[in-house]
């Protein structure tokens, strides 16, 4: 989940700030301890279409020895750089985007109700077909240049999949900067302050651009690897880039509970969930949360098993690159890329452009690329001397290192922890005045991304039709919820949020520690219970003593008979 320092040259055109993580120090003697990006959602007709950008924010995965960072970049490809502070020289690599899709589903917050009807309901049900709660889920699931002396230490300097890769160190802010100038990065005026206090922090830089001749369907997920104290996200730098509200997602791996160090964890109060409309309304309440804590807070959303992720990557029973190696035309080739599911990653499309181009006939003719790839049959029966020269294996080679490969690696991170954490933030660039930072707790409870709640339709004996009736909500803190219909539409209108809105969004805001729940810096409970009370009491009202009143219509009606059939056997007893 963390931004980047990506920058290009027309920073218009940079499509969420660039993921940037890292991981600082060397390693613990205990265990130590990003859905979103380009996802592979292309138009279902067109499998060889260019893919859209899905969704933009910070997204990182990582555990004690790596990280996965996605990258968010729209914009020319000799326009792309990438630079981000670490604490040592990382082994660099690729990852894979469907990494992060894959974790972002298995761990994104849901919020379901279920529905049941205290009573029985006036006749003439006009809920018009939908019963409440019925909405999907939403997809849920942040001064000049200076320092020291002496020219710029370049520690690695190599092809790292599609990217022209460096790790570069140096005791003078301004030195750094002109390296990175000279060698194609571009650094924005902005960011020269920021990089100064990295350089007096004694950092390295991560610095990636992409080669010649690649475009920018070929960027894909960066993995840097080496040992580290403590996760450290280095939003200083990401401010520069960063919108208001930035989404960043992290999700750690280890073997017990991350918490941020520095930064508050916050739990959301629950009765202003807008769990009649599956938790509609999620987003929003972190942002609001996220500001009544200070603007430097996470919110847990999955702390578990991290065997939700098993199998997820790889193995896929769909790929088998040994099919694509005898194929020697490259209709059959296209014919079973297809067929593998292997047109859903945007270096697949990137890879055919070098191995099957468009003929430059075709092109002058007016044929698409998208037209080339979906007919290529049609064209190669027609046009076969225009093609290119095929070679089946080196392309199949190529997939295997950009796609398959990471998909493996992948796998074997998740593989090789029992824990995963998810963490979550909105955050504005006047908030990313420190870079945070995570540590473990094995004490803390275990925390499912599934949040339920039974919701009572308090219907009686059919004194309420169901689309009039208030309903009784069971939280999953203990407390109870009511709200009755705010009367502006016909049968009953809304449920009247008016007052529960007014609460506050954050419940508690921690200072985790590495025992116990830490310290409760902000705790609104006791307001909040308040509040709920006296909302409660007017919203239930209606319902006699405005106490919780589960199950008291048919409870009422059996009290009745009981008392009247005592009353009978009385008057019996009486005349005997």
């Known amino acids: 989940m963390m931004n980047q320092y990506l920058r290009h040259k027309d920073s218009r055109r940079l499509v969420g700030a660039l993921a940037a993580m890292v991981l600082l120090g060397p390693a613990l003697p205990r265990d130590a301890a990003a859905c979103g990006g380009l996802f592979c959602n292309?138009?279902?007709?067109?499998?060889?279409?260019?893919?859209?950008?899905?969704?933009?924010?910070?997204?990182?995965?990582?555990d004690t020895v790596e990280a996965h960072i996605q990258i968010f970049y729209a914009g020319p490809a000799d326009k792309f750089s990438w630079v981000v502070p670490v604490d040592a020289v990382p082994v660099i690599g690729v990852g894979s985007d469907q990494t992060f899709t894959t974790v972002g589903a298995a761990t994104r917050p849901t919020f379901n109700t279920e529905w049941v009807t205290d009573g029985t309901c006036d006749s003439g049900n006009e809920l018009g077909g939908a019963v409440p709660g019925s909405a999907p889920p939403p997809n849920a699931g942040?001064?000049?240049?200076?320092?020291?002396?002496?020219?710029?230490?370049?520690?690695?300097r190599g092809v790292v999949g599609p990217f022209d890769a460096a790790v570069i160190h140096s005791a003078s802010s301004a030195e750094l900067i002109k390296w990175l100038t000279d060698n194609g990065y571009f650094v924005a005026d902005s960011a020269v302050a920021i990089i100064d206090q990295y350089v007096t922090e004694n950092k390295y830089f991560v610095a990636l651009k992409l080669l010649n001749g690649r475009d920018v369907?070929?960027?894909?997920?960066?993995?840097?690897?080496?040992?580290?104290?403590?996760?450290?996200?280095?939003?200083?730098?990401?401010?520069?880039?960063?919108?208001?509200?930035?989404?960043?997602?992290?999700?750690v791996l280890a073997e017990s509970r991350a918490v941020p160090k520095n930064y508050f964890e916050i739990v959301l109060n629950q009765a202003r969930i807008d769990w009649v409309n599956n938790g509609s309304n999620y987003a929003d309440l972190v942002k609001q949360a996220a500001n009544e804590a200070g603007g430097n807070a996470f919110i847990a959303e999955y702390a578990g098993s991290a065997r939700v992720m098993d199998?997820?990557?790889?193995?896929?029973?769909?790929?088998?690159?040994?099919?694509?190696?005898?194929?020697?035309?490259?209709?059959e080739y296209l014919q079973q890329l297809v067929g593998q599911g292997l047109t859903?990653?945007?270096?697949?499309?990137?890879?055919?452009?070098?191995?099957?181009?468009?003929?430059?006939?075709?092109?002058?003719?007016?044929?698409?690329?998208?037209?080339?790839?979906?007919?290529?049959?049609?064209y190669w029966t027609n046009y076969q001397a225009d093609f290119a020269a095929f070679d089946p294996n080196k392309l199949t080679d190529e997939i295997d290192k950009a796609i398959v490969a990471p998909l493996r690696d992948g796998q074997a991170m998740f593989d090789a922890r029992p824990y995963?954490?998810?963490?979550?933030?909105?955050?504005?660039?006047?908030?990313?005045n420190k870079d945070p930072l995570f540590i473990y707790n094995r004490e803390l409870p275990m925390l499912s991304n599934v949040r339920s709640v039974k919701a009572h339709i308090m219907c009686?004996?059919?004194?309420?039709k169901a689309c009039e009736a208030p309903v009784r909500i069971e939280l999953p803190d203990g407390q109870t919820l009511w709200f009755k219909r705010d009367g502006k539409t016909p049968c009953g209108g809304a449920y009247d949020r008016t007052t529960v809105d007014s609460m506050p969004a954050l419940g508690v805001a921690f200072a985790r520690e590495e025992v116990g729940e830490g310290n409760r810096k902000v705790d609104n409970t006791a307001a909040i219970a308040k509040a709920l009370a006296a909302h409660n009491a007017v919203a239930s009202a209606d319902e006699g003593c405005g106490c919780s009143t589960a199950g008291a219509p048919a409870a009422a009606g059996a009290a009745v008979a009981l008392l009247l059939a005592m009353a009978l056997r009385r008057r019996g007893r009486g005349r005997s």
Not at 223 to 244: D, M, N, Q, S, Y
């Open 311 to 331: 199998k997820q990557l790889w193995p896929n029973p769909r790929i088998n690159l040994a099919k694509l190696r005898p194929l020697t035309t490259p209709p």
């Open 460 to 464: 009686g004996d059919r004194r309420y």
């Open 217 to 251: 369907l070929s960027i894909q997920p960066v993995v840097l690897k080496f040992a580290a104290t403590e996760p450290c996200v280095p939003l200083r730098l990401t401010a520069i880039a960063a919108l208001k509200d930035l989404p960043v997602n992290l999700w």
């Open 344 to 378: 859903m990653y945007a270096q697949t499309l990137s890879l055919l452009r070098v191995y099957i181009p468009l003929p430059k006939r075709l092109a002058d003719m007016g044929v698409s690329e998208s037209e080339f790839y979906n007919n290529n049959a049609f």
């Open 42 to 62: 292309r138009p279902p007709p067109d499998p060889f279409a260019p893919q859209p950008i899905a969704q933009t924010g910070e997204n990182i995965v990582f």
């Open 142 to 156: 942040a001064g000049g240049a200076g320092g020291g002396k002496g020219g710029v230490d370049v520690a690695f």
């Open 420 to 432: 995963l954490t998810r963490l979550a933030t909105f955050i504005s660039p006047e908030e990313m």
